[in-house]
């Protein structure tokens, strides 16, 4: 299976609303991260929190991350149509040597306005 | 801001074809990579790339594809033999340090009839 599955698969929510999203992932990681994709676009990152943090804020996001159940959270508060996106978690393994991103499958969400 | 460009946006090309795709990385990273999508799927990662040579690949990554930094600023990825199931989105991403934010590109579109 994955090693990053984010759930749920879609969302759509109304502007001024909260949303969340969780990722699962398997193995040790040094760090997770998040990404949003536009449709048709490059990825950009968003957040970044390491193994030893637990929680992270930038703007209107809030990352969680708990490596005992090997999972995180994305937060967006107060959600605008420009959040309109998919949201991708991404996770860079703690196994030494040279290091590769693995990417989740992936949440589709959508804004209301 | 510093960005990865990736040529062509679009190609377009008969199935056994090669195709080169290119990318000119942020210039101080060091680590590259190719992660290719195929529509509305995951990003899978291809390859990385240190220091003149793979570090990583995936089993994606077969002997139709190659990497190759020729000038200290480019980065391709060849296909040497396309199929069918190469079409997809491929983006090319660049960092600094070994773990840590990944830089993307917009993404080469490749249609393969």
């Known amino acids: 299976s994955q090693q990053g599955e984010e759930d749920p698969q879609a969302l759509s929510i109304q502007e001024g609303e909260n949303a969340t999203m969780n990722c699962s992932y398997k193995t040790s990681i040094n760090n997770l991260q998040w990404y949003r994709q536009n449709s048709g676009r490059g990825l950009v990152h968003l957040i970044l929190i390491r193994s030893n943090e637990r929680e992270k804020h930038s703007g209107r996001l809030r990352v969680t991350l708990d490596t005992s159940k090997k999972s995180s959270s994305l937060l967006i508060t107060a959600s605008r149509a420009a959040d309109t996106a998919s949201y991708f978690c991404a996770t860079d393994p703690n196994s030494g040597g040279y290091q590769k991103v693995t990417f989740g499958t992936g949440t589709k969400l959508q804004v209301i306005p | 801001e510093p960005e990865v460009t990736q040529t062509p946006s679009h190609q377009v090309t008969q199935m056994g074809q090669e195709v080169i795709l290119r990318c000119v990385p942020i210039s101080n990273h060091l680590y590259f990579y190719w992660y290719r999508q195929i529509l509305g799927q995951k990003v899978e990662f291809l390859v990385s790339f240190y220091n003149n040579e793979i570090s990583e690949k995936s089993e994606i990554f077969d002997d139709q594809f190659s990497v190759e930094r020729p000038d200290g600023s480019n980065f391709t990825l060849k296909i040497r033999s396309t199929k069918l199931e190469d079409s997809a989105m491929y983006f090319c991403?660049?960092?600094?340090?070994?773990?840590?934010?990944?830089?993307f590109g917009e993404g080469s579109r490749l249609t393969v009839l």
């Open positions: 991403a660049s960092r600094t340090e070994n773990t840590g934010e990944l830089f």
